[in-house]
């Protein structure tokens, strides 16, 4: 645990050599991560930063590389990380010639550094001694509740007394009598560590290690030994978050991966920065997101506190962010006629950039090479590369039905808000995406369990007190149960709704011409009636015209209304598309299509071992894991019982898997040993180290994970059209949808969204450009992380942009990246879009110092687009690219 860092100033030299000439071995660096690292060496001496670049725009690399200079300088390095993104971020430390150990998720994981080798080939190496550590942000979410076990818990008392021998001589009175605890397996690592991280401390008074056992010894003994005393809350809980982070070490760099998140201070990831990281004398950090303010300028504080900015520094960063917010609001109700304006603009926009240059830098797509040349080709401003116009929902369209729901639900948005219960509220909210509408009719439909993490997170963001709950009014009952009347004994109402409806027309116009579409919603029951009713009309369509459908049946009783029936869906499908199919011998249809493939089927299935074998040279430079997993998957084939209409096990679920990963018939043995490959990985646990060399059970291990997800994601049920990832499902699917979705040819063409779930550490952008807003946000810097999936370096609206460039085509004929709210028009909901446009319009000036919104710009003439453009020049500049080359600032 001693420092060996040698200084900020070393690691700025190390920087600036990186930026001038990257390792060969090393990921390469755009003239923008360059010009970043050598603003990040010009200002870490001297405080922490906060790289906000743009969604896709390669901040992790940046972290990457400063974290290669801290440990070159003989520094450590922390990484504070969402939960899933280990693999991604482990892939960058290796792609700058750097091995990181496994993530730190849990106290168990934690434990692990110090688990006795069971042969000598493994050894223990205790976190401390780690150059760069990562660690999730749910790290401190521990159980440790009226009667925690001891492992949980007896860190604290065993590094007390562990302190205590080393300083006196001797242990703590009762410690003897109360370590009961000794024989369990768990109890035993926890005091291997203890005595490891306490003896590693160096005797130096002003190390932060010394100072932290020093503070540990001022505590009244016996109250470790008490496990009631460990409360979230409890004084003795913070000591023990202190003493978990004298085992992971002192750090030099701290860098706090989608920094935005969880601000209040007691959150998880807070925990984990304030309580639990141990911070060098010199540390700094590095804060890295996309948005550091969401909804109002009040956010920078909490952003640059996650950089431990002085609270004398913030007074003067709160001061002009302020006077910013407030010159805009005023400039964009007088931006043409007062000069008065426009000077004061120019006079915040300085102020704002002096205060916050010091910390902050941020790239943005006017740096982009494909959003240049957009601009470029169709004059056009430069960020209408993406598109956004609404799906609209009319209501003069509307059954009489319908008409009734949606004037009770405006109603019900006009009485008084202290006569309103939660419920009502959420429907007030949420009348437009069906959510609302559900759980009035029957609060059964309500999907408490699966919507319970986007409920949690919704009530965290609401702006409504839950608990203000007041009875419901005679006038609030009456609107209530008119919208209950509106629809007597429909269970299947959603697939009906005006909404899903329209959202269904667009999403397959724009896959019948070759697009994928991805969709973002916020709850599961009207994600689920999409999902279904798109796979049934799908199918419904192909039977009609006699193609061939990937399903053999449709499951579930043809009555049935709940459960996994897909016969509500096909019924509600069959009947909108009129469809000439003939229900009663639909399954004979699908059946007899689907025996015609089991040759082909069967043909993949027979030669997809002895293919990946053979591609596997070519695709990987160490194929052995990929070997290993391929003898058990022999192996258990051969002990299988011969037959050949079980579809969903073993060589044909991966035969079909496969095929759905590769975008050509005729690909080669090494193409299809690739597709194996990412299955393996996207199945595999990520956030741990790649093993190289699996044992046989191991081997094992991993190829049941994948069969599990095989078996998920690849079996006949509803072909796969579309999917749906929401909260419950697993991260492992999540990553198996992400790989096929980027699959130009293969199912999903619709990949259906939970907010929460989707919009933040999944990569869908390499064959999707379009993008659905079932339930549009209140917070725009959700919108701007829902867009950034398909908004990336290298997509898809990037390949075709090139493309229809050297087809000669210009202006409108150039495609775009599409934005799709599905908005109900005269209602609340669209009222909802348009408060939503003003904060985005927000924080577009805050981040992008788009200080008049493209709407408002509209239509100008030559004067007009005169003084835009010098209130454009007086904008405030972050990007150190634009800074290094003079650009106006």
Known sequence: MKSTFRGWDEVASHLEEMASSSPPSAAPLNDGQRASLRAIAARIASNGIVVADEVGMGKSRIAAYVANAVTRSGGRCVVLIPPGLGFQWQAEFRACGTDVPPVIRSLKGYYDAWDEAEDDTKTMVPWFRESVVMVSHRFSDWRLGSNPHPWRWWLLPEVYAVARQLTE?????????????????????????????????????????????????????????DPQRYGRNDVLRKLLENVVGLGMGVFDLIIVDEAHKSRDDESGLSRVLDNIVLKGNESRRIALTATPIELDVAQWGSTLKRIAVRSDQMEIITTATEHYAEAIRHLRLGWRASLELRSKYVDASREFQRALSPYLIRR?????????????????????????QEIAVEFDGLSPAWRQAVCAAEALSLTAGAAIDGRTRRLRLTIGNG??????????????????????FEASQSELDPKTEAPITDRTAWWMDTLRRAFPNDRELLFEHPAILAAVKYIEHQTEIGEKVLVFGRFTRPLRALVSLLNARQMLLRVGKGEAWPQRKVHGDRNGIYGDSEWPAVLAAHHQLSSPVDLDTLDDVLAERYR??????????????????????????????????????????????????????????????????????????AEIASAFIALVNAAGDQDDADDDHLDDEAARDAWQGLEEHLGEGYTNRQGGYARLMYGETKPQARRMMQLAFNRSNSF????????????????????CRIVVLLHPEWNPGVVEQQIGRVDRVNCRWARELNRAIAEGKTGADLPRIEIRPVIFRGTYDEHNWKVLQERWDDLRAQLHGEAIPARLRAGEDDEGRMILEQIAQSRPEFSPLKREHGDPQ
């Open 169 to 225: 001589g001797r242990l703590p009175r009762f410690y003897r009598d109360a370590n009961d605890y000794a024989d369990q397996a768990r109890v035993q690592r926890v005091v291997t560590a203890a005595r490891s991280m306490t003896q590693a401390v160096p005797r130096s008074p002003g190390h932060p290690a010394r100072r932290l056992l020093q503070e540990l010894l001022e505590v009244r003994w016996p109250e470790p030994l």
């Open 748 to 767: 999903p063409r619709v990949l259906v969204t939970q907010s929460l779930v989707g919009r933040e550490g999944l990569n869908l952008h390499e064959s």
């Open 435 to 456: 959510h609302g509408i559900a759980s009035v009719i029957d609060e059964n439909l309500h999907d408490a369990e699966d919507d319970r993490k986007q409920d949690a």
């Open 596 to 669: 015609r493939d089991t040759e082909l089927r069967a043909k993949m299935r027979d030669a997809v071992i002895p293919r990946i074998r053979a591609g596997l040279p070519e695709a990987t430079n160490n194929s052995t894991k990929y070997e290993a997993i391929l003898r058990v998957v022999e192996l258990q084939s051969q002990q299988a019982a011969d037959n050949p209409d079980d579809d969903d096990r073993q060589l044909t679920l991966l035969a079909r898997a496969i095929t759905a990963n590769i975008d050509s018939t005729d690909a080669s043995d």
């Open 364 to 388: 943005d797509k006017r740096e982009d090479e494909d959003v240049l040349r957009f601009a470029c080709v169709s004059r056009l401003p430069i960020h209408d590369y993406r598109r956004q």
